[in-house]
């Protein structure tokens, strides 16, 4: 699955949500674990509404969002979009956060971790009406 982070240097997850000025994506699974770009975040509009609808677009295909910060109103607008944010509250390690998702991957998710896994997959014939 593809996660974002917020991170200044892509070795701490360092930034506020809002106030980043990129996101690093990278696809994780159980057994492996990859970077695969960088994205940035230009200003769109005026005001907060407008950035933060950017932002939740430009991450649109990923599943988890790793910040150090977010706000209400930004969170609610992610998992809106089926994004679930993770708040740190302080800096963390980037590559510890990815070891420690994987070895949770590797035993039994939680039920918000795996339907975060399955994201954009159809899952039954009903969800594809």
């Known amino acids: 699955m593809k996660i ?8 701490m997850i360092d930034q ?3 106030q980043c000025e990129s996101f690093q994506i990278w696809e994780i699974g159980p057994d492996q674990a990859s970077f695969i ?6 200003e769109h509009g005026a005001d907060e509404e407008d950035r933060i609808s950017a ?3 430009i991450l ?18 992610l998992v809106a979009q089926k994004i ?3 708040k740190t509250n302080t800096e ?6 990815v070891a420690r998702l994987q070895e949770v991957l590797r035993g039994n998710p939680p039920p918000w971790l795996r339907k975060a896994m399955n994201k954009g997959q159809v899952t039954s014939f009903e969800d594809a009406e």
Do not use: W
């Open 84 to 86: 679930h944010p993770m």
């Open 37 to 42: 770009k960088s994205v940035t975040t230009e």
């Open 60 to 77: 649109s295909d990923c599943a988890i969002v790793y910040t150090m910060q977010i706000g209400g109103p930004a969170a609610a607008k």
């Open 16 to 18: 506020h949500f809002g």
């Open 92 to 97: 963390v390690s980037l590559p510890d956060t």
């Open 4 to 11: 974002a982070f917020t991170t200044t240097n892509g070795s």
């Open 55 to 57: 932002r939740a677009k």
